[in-house]
């Protein structure tokens, strides 16, 4: 089967810099509940997994030193937080899921834990988390640090994070703490709400989750990155893997590199979904998605482009010859991002124009183009070959690409037997897994206990 996420961000230029000029385009609805309302509810008619909600908590200020170049072409700014969208869209809908992207490294993750059980509450279990570590130097700076963490060091902060967050969410309050007992007066049994006593490096927690268990109690794990580093650590924690390439030999890399590192960790193939990035333009036949993605083509802003390039990959591309050919610079932002374009692919020696022109469109996957047969061949071709459970799908034009494929691709996989026709029941994760709403016993979150601590007892309050 084929799992269909749409990746969007609260915001006017997410992934197809320049189409928001586009007559068509609808991005600049981005602040009106309605936009979000009409997608959601265009997103359950098509079955999809979720909406993937993406986030950054700074500006694209490494194109030539500067944040001009992101506001002067809406480079993903301005930006609204993405969390506020969810109740809005889970209001309206009844099955879609919601992965929402929030970047530990600037949160601690005692009032994170509170913010996601409620979400969960309120979605009756349809949340999922996206777990980043951040990429922008500016976003750092935003919060008081000169520079962020080097990439590593970020994630040695973020195994920390995840080790709190686990005991809040899986082990303060035990099954049937809360016993809602009118009669005796009893909410909850305070011998089954627990203190975490958590002291580490990086983080000292001593009390209790201040929620009660969610539906789900940990949300449905989403990661991104694929560095040897980031593969280790999905292995370890993710449900679900975003990836991104330019190419079925990039990708498919990606994807052998993520199994891997999932047995040596102990962990089922089935206990990890691989979403790849890509975007459809597609129509009625084969000459109108041609004309539309030649219309769409028309309005890609190439200095725009190499903003969010130069932002993702930490490389100032304002710097380079357009002609100039890529190569691998070890940086502290988003190194799968130039490594893509760079070292992914050997048959492929990429220039900054060509990547320009490629992420112009759609991002860092690819753009997939035909009549509803014709896209459901390339669809199914590059899930056989390389390994992928579906696609995160990007859009052209908000939200008439979305529109498409839920009307034209949708019904023709489903033909083909290789989509789901309704939802099955549940949480989000009970829909992905097909097992309960919780994490499955040998998942780390579920291994965690809660050991005796000498703190006193006056900390734990």
């Not at 959601?40 to 170049?69: H, K, M, P």
């Not at 690409?401 to 033909?415: A, F, T, W, Y």
């Not at 709403?437 to 809660?450: E, G, K, N, T």
Request: with cysteine; glycine share 8%.
């Amino acid at each position: 089967m084929i799992r269909f996420n749409a990746f969007q961000m609260n915001t006017v230029g997410h992934m197809s810099p320049g189409l928001w000029t586009h007559p068509r385009d609808q991005s600049h609805r981005y602040t009106d509940p309605a936009h979000w309302i009409e997608l959601a509810q265009l997103l359950e008619r098509g079955r999809f997994d979720s909406v993937f909600l993406a986030d950054v908590l700074g500006v694209y200020d490494v194109y030539e030193g500067s944040a001009d170049a992101a506001l002067h072409h809406a480079v993903q700014v301005p930006l609204n937080d993405p969390l506020a969208l969810v109740p809005l869209m889970a209001q309206a809908t009844e099955h879609l899921g919601f992965g929402v992207t929030c970047a530990l490294s600037y949160e601690h993750p005692y009032p994170f834990a509170r913010r996601i059980s409620t979400l969960d509450h309120l979605t009756n279990g349809r949340i999922g988390w996206n777990i980043v570590t951040g990429y922008l130097d500016s976003a750092a700076r935003n919060l008081g640090s000169p520079q962020q963490l080097g990439h590593d060091d970020r994630y040695d902060v973020a195994d920390e994070y995840l080790e709190v967050v686990y005991k809040l969410w899986e082990h303060s309050w035990e099954e049937g703490a809360v016993r809602r007992d009118k009669s005796s007066g009893v909410f909850a049994d305070p011998a089954r709400v627990h203190p975490i006593r958590h002291r580490g490096t990086h983080y000292v927690v001593p009390g209790i989750h201040l929620c009660e268990p969610s539906p789900q109690r940990t949300p449905v794990l989403f990661q991104a990155g694929t560095s040897p580093r980031g593969k280790a650590f999905a292995a370890r924690h993710a449900e679900c893997v975003f990836i991104s390439g330019p190419s079925q030999a990039v990708v498919k890399k990606s994807v052998d590199g993520l199994r891997g590192a999932l047995q040596a960790e102990g962990r089922p193939a089935g206990d990890l979904l691989i979403y790849a990035q890509a975007l459809i333009i597609t129509g009625a036949s084969e000459a109108e998605a041609r004309a539309k993605l030649a219309d769409c083509t028309a309005y890609v802003d190439l200095e725009a482009a190499l903003a969010l390039f130069s932002g993702w990959t930490g490389v100032d591309f304002s710097r380079y010859s357009p002609d100039a050919t890529i190569e691998y610079l070890d940086t502290d932002a988003g190194r799968s991002a130039l490594a893509s374009f760079s070292q992914g692919d050997p048959g492929r020696r990429w220039t900054v124009r060509e990547a320009a022109e490629f992420i112009g469109l759609g991002g860092r996957g690819p753009v997939i183009v035909g009549d509803a047969r014709q896209v459901a061949d390339q669809l199914e071709q590059w899930v056989d070959e390389t390994g992928i459970d579906g696609f995160n799908l990007t859009f052209a034009l908000a939200h008439e690409s979305m529109r498409d494929v839920v009307e034209h691709i949708v019904p023709e996989l489903q033909r083909r037997g290789r989509y789901r026709r309704e939802y099955g029941s549940g949480s989000l994760r009970h829909k992905l897994f097909g097992r309960g709403d919780r994490l499955p016993p040998r998942h780390a979150a579920r291994r965690i206990s809660l050991q005796p601590d000498p703190m006193p007892a006056s900390e734990t309050a």
